[in-house]
């Protein structure tokens, strides 16, 4: 199970007419990856926004060994690593 506090580390990485926040979640015991969130700077709920959260799971599923396809977008107010489906199931 993933702790509910972990080390970050964030990086804005900006391209022409783009700016993104990728931040990196920690396993506090191994220091390995174990999440990775991409947020935009642009329009909340856009084409971008929906395609950057779900290359964000399906990474962050990855390297936690977790190969389930990606579902439609939790609400907003429900991005909780178990909406997100960061919690590792069993």
Same mark, same amino acid.
């Given at each position: 199970? /993933? %702790?509910?506090?972990? %080390?970050? #580390? &964030? #990086? /804005?990485? !900006?391209?022409? *007419?783009? &700016?993104? @926040?990728?931040?990196? *979640?920690?396993?506090?015991?191994?220091? $390995?990856? /174990?999440?990775?969130? /991409?947020?935009?700077? *642009?329009? $909340? =709920?856009? %084409? +971008?926004?929906?395609?950057?959260?779900?290359? =964000?799971?399906?990474?962050?599923?990855?390297? #936690?060994?977790?190969?389930?396809?990606?579902?439609?977008? %939790? &609400?907003?107010?429900? +991005? @909780?690593? !178990? $909406? +997100? =489906?960061?919690?590792?199931? *069993?």
């Amino acid at each position: 199970m /993933i %702790p509910d506090r972990r %080390p970050t #580390q &964030s #990086q /804005i990485v !900006e391209a022409p *007419g783009f &700016s993104f @926040t990728v931040r990196v *979640g920690f396993d506090p015991k191994t220091g $390995a990856p /174990i999440e990775v969130f /991409i947020d935009s700077r *642009g329009k $909340a =709920g856009s %084409p +971008l926004d929906h395609a950057l959260y779900k290359v =964000g799971v399906t990474l962050s599923r990855m390297m #936690q060994g977790d190969d389930r396809p990606v579902e439609d977008e %939790p &609400s907003s107010n429900a +991005l @909780t690593d !178990e $909406a +997100l =489906g960061l919690v590792p199931q *069993g």
